[in-house]
C-alpha cells in the first residue's frame, strides 16, 4: 500500500469511526422513539451521547466536504469540469435521503446535499473567504442573528407549540402505527420535524460550516499530507482541548453575560453546537495524531471497509433497526432499555465490521454506492466484482 492509499484509507477509518456513533445513538434514542420522555439519566444513554452526541454526525459531515474536494481533484487530473456531475450526484443524495427519510424522518442524507449545493456555488471563493465563511458558520453566527431577530420582534420565527404538537404525533406513530403509518406520517410532518429541528437548532448551519471546512482543510491538504502537519496536529490538538474544556466549564457564566428575554432560547443550542463541534475536531486531531504511530495504524483502519461503504451502511442500519424498535415490527421500544439496545448495538457493529470486510475485499464498492456512482454516470454496466 502507498503513503497516498493509506492517508486515503484514514479518511475512510475516520468516516466509520462517525458510523459508530451515528449507529449507537440512534440505538439507545430507538431511532427517535425515547424523546416522548426524558431518557436522560442512564448511564447507557448518557455515556453513548457524551461520546457520540453532536460529535459523529459532525465529522460525518466534515469528511463530506472532504469527499468534494477529492472528486472535484480527480476531475481536474483527468482535466475536467466536473461541477455539473457533481450536481447531479448530490441531487441523486437528496432523492436517496427523501426515500430514507420515508422510513427514518432523522436521516441526514438531504442536509449533506444541501450543504453540498452550497459547496458547489462557494467552493472558487478564495480560501481566506471560504474559511471565515465556515468559522462564522461553526461559530453559529446565523443563530446569534435568530436570537437578536427573536428579541426585536418578540415572538418566533416559527410556533414551537406547532412543533411540539407535531412531535408528540409523529414519535406516537412510531410507536404505534402501522409501516404505511410511518411512511404516511414521514412523508409530511416527519420531513417537516427534521427540518424546522435542523434549522431552530442550529444543525443546518453547523453541517453547512462543516461540510466548507472539510474542504477548505482538504485544499490545503491537512489529512494527506500528515508528515508536514505532524506538530500542528499536536499544537491545535492540545489547544483545542483547553479551549472546548474551558468553553464546557464556564458554561453557564457565558451564557448569564448575554442579557436577552424572549431570544435567549436559541443560546443554549448554539453553545452547545460549538462546544459538540470542537469534540470532534479533537477526535479527528486525535485520529491523525495515533494514526502517525506505525504501530497503531493497523488498529485505526480496522474502521476502514466501513467507511469506505458509509452509505450502504447507514441506511442498512434503518431498514434493519426500525423494524426492531418500531410499533410496525417488533416493538423493540417495550421491551428494551438504553442498556439493552447499546449492548444490541455493540454486537451489530462488529458484525457491521466482518460484513464490510469480507464485502470489500471482494467489491469495489458498496451496494449502495455502486447504485449511486452508476446513477451519477449514467453507466450500470460499472463493474462491482475485483475478480
Known amino acids: 500500500m502507498n503513503n497516498h492509499n493509506a492517508r486515503i484509507l484514514f479518511l475512510d477509518a475516520l468516516r466509520g469511526y462517525a458510523l459508530l456513533g451515528l449507529f449507537l445513538v440512534h440505538c439507545v434514542e430507538m431511532f427517535e422513539i425515547v424523546w416522548l420522555g426524558n431518557p436522560f439519566g442512564n448511564w447507557a444513554f448518557d455515556g453513548t451521547f457524551a461520546a457520540f452526541g453532536g460529535k459523529a454526525y459532525a465529522i460525518f459531515a466534515l469528511l463530506f466536504g472532504v469527499s468534494f474536494y477529492l ?7 483527468r ?10 450526484r448530490i441531487s441523486l443524495l437528496f432523492v436517496f435521503g427523501v426515500l430514507h427519510g420515508l422510513l427514518y424522518s432523522g436521516d441526514i442524507l438531504q442536509i449533506l446535499a444541501l450543504s453540498g449545493l452550497v459547496l458547489l456555488v462557494l467552493h472558487r471563493l478564495p480560501l481566506w473567504l471560504l474559511s471565515l465563511i465556515a468559522i462564522l458558520l461553526l461559530l453559529q453566527l ?42 404516511l406520517i414521514n ?108 504501530v497503531l495504524q493497523n488498529g485505526v483502519l480496522t474502521l476502514a471497509p466501513v467507511g ?13 433497526c426500525i423494524p426492531l424498535f418500531y410499533g410496525f415490527g417488533f416493538n423493540g421500544w417495550q421491551w428494551l432499555n438504553s442498556v439493552t439496545a447499546l449492548t444490541m448495538g455493540i454486537a451489530m457493529w462488529f458484525v457491521i465490521m466482518f460484513a464490510a470486510r469480507w464485502w470489500m475485499r471482494r467489491y469495489y464498492y458498496g451496494p449502495a454506492e455502486w447504485f449511486w456512482r452508476a446513477c451519477t454516470l449514467r453507466d450500470f454496466s460499472l463493474p462491482m466484482n475485483r475478480d
Request: without cysteine; proline residues 2%; hydrophobic residues 50%.
Open 187 to 294: 412523508l409530511w410532518d416527519g420531513f417537516v420535524r427534521k427540518w424546522q429541528w435542523f434549522y431552530q437548532y442550529g444543525r443546518l448551519f453547523n453541517v453547512i460550516g462543516l461540510t466548507l471546512a472539510g474542504y477548505t482543510l482538504a485544499r490545503v491538504s491537512f489529512f494527506t499530507r500528515q508528515e508536514q502537519y505532524r506538530r500542528v496536529y499536536w499544537i491545535a490538538l492540545i489547544a483545542l482541548i483547553v479551549v472546548v474544556e474551558l468553553l464546557q466549564f464556564s458554561r453557564d457564566d457565558i451564557l448569564g453575560l448575554i442579557n436577552l428575554n424572549y431570544g435567549a432560547h436559541y443560546l443554549p443550542a448554539a453553545y452547545g453546537l460549538i462546544v459538540n463541534t470542537g469534540y470532534a475536531f479533537i477526535t479527528v486531531l486525535l485520529g491523525l495524531v495515533l494514526y502517525s504511530f506505525a
Open 308 to 320: 469506505r461503504m458509509s452509505l450502504t451502511v447507514y441506511l442498512s442500519q434503518s431498514l434493519i
Open 79 to 88: 482535466q475536467q469540469d466536473i461541477r455539473m456531475q457533481f450536481l447531479w
Open 71 to 77: 472528486i472535484l481533484r480527480g476531475g481536474e487530473q
Open 142 to 183: 446565523p443563530m446569534l442573528a435568530l436570537a437578536l431577530f427573536r428579541e426585536s420582534q418578540a415572538q418566533f420565527p416559527m410556533d414551537t407549540a406547532v412543533m411540539s404538537a407535531r412531535d408528540n404525533l409523529v414519535l406516537s406513530t412510531y410507536k404505534e402505527g402501522s409501516l404505511g403509518d410511518v411512511l
